[in-house]
């Protein structure tokens, strides 16, 4: 049972324009949501992440946006970059240190 | 300060044998955690340690174990590999384990199981 759903699975956007990727999630016990970036060969890197207490953070070209009633999540790329290229994890967690990861978008940036 | 590592980075094991990966956290880091990364199931959690204790465990037979060292270092063991095993396995370290803790992830160990 997958606690976390994540789409799409893959997302081709062209250099400049704005990616978006979704999660959802079940699990009202859940207090941490990091986005996770993955390169090939490589292990996931934290990019950012929010507690539900608010709504949206900013961190340069990366937002997250936080609906705590639709238990929904989502990550935006602006001005998506080739060197954007890779997977993207969402995650949650609920207080313990063990995360449940979203199935990844391989997103590709199209020069 | 150098980042989480894992060896072997590469392993290939048969059907029956057993294996042991080691991962050794970034210094000061007291949480260790393990996941597997197959193309099927994603990200999954194995277990966690923290100061020498396993403080969680995921979904995973008894055929995955794990410990931690009092310096941190921990090592995952698999018994009886079954083909199914063959994944990329992670550890991840953090300072105290706490949820909003941030885990960073060591590059893995490919075990590919025949």
């Known amino acids: 049972q997958q606690q976390v759903k994540q789409s799409p699975q893959s997302l081709i956007v062209q250099k400049g324009g704005i990616s978006i990727i979704n999660c959802a999630y079940e699990?009202?016990?859940?207090?941490?949501f990091p986005w996770y970036q993955q390169f090939p060969g490589k292990g996931p890197a934290l990019l950012i992440a929010i507690r539900p207490d608010v709504s949206e953070k900013k961190e340069g070209r990366f937002t997250i946006s936080f609906n705590k009633s639709a238990k929904q999540f989502s990550l935006h790329i602006m001005d998506s970059q080739p060197g954007d290229s890779a997977t993207y994890f969402c995650?949650?967690?609920?207080?313990?240190?063990?995360?449940?990861f979203g199935t990844g978008t391989r997103l590709t940036v199209i020069p | 300060k150098a980042g989480v590592t894992q060896t072997p980075r590469y392993l290939i094991k048969t059907r029956g044998q057993q294996v042991t990966l080691s991962c050794s956290p970034i210094s000061g880091h007291r949480s260790v955690s393990w996941y597997q990364q197959t193309p099927g199931q994603g990200l999954q959690f194995l277990f966690e340690?923290?100061?020498?204790?396993?403080?969680n465990k995921g979904n995973f037979p008894g055929r995955f174990s794990g410990r931690q060292f009092s310096n941190s270092r921990s090592e995952m063991n698999v018994s009886t590999l079954e083909l199914g095993d063959s994944a990329l396995y992670l550890c991840?370290?953090?300072?105290?384990?706490?949820?909003?803790?941030?885990?960073?992830f060591g590059p893995g160990t490919r075990l590919t199981v025949l």
């Open positions: 995650a949650a967690t609920n207080g313990a240190n063990n995360l449940f």
């Open positions: 991840a370290s953090s300072e105290r384990g706490l949820s909003y803790n941030e885990q960073f």
């Open positions: 340690y923290f100061s020498e204790t396993q403080r």
């Open positions: 699990n009202t016990a859940f207090d941490y």
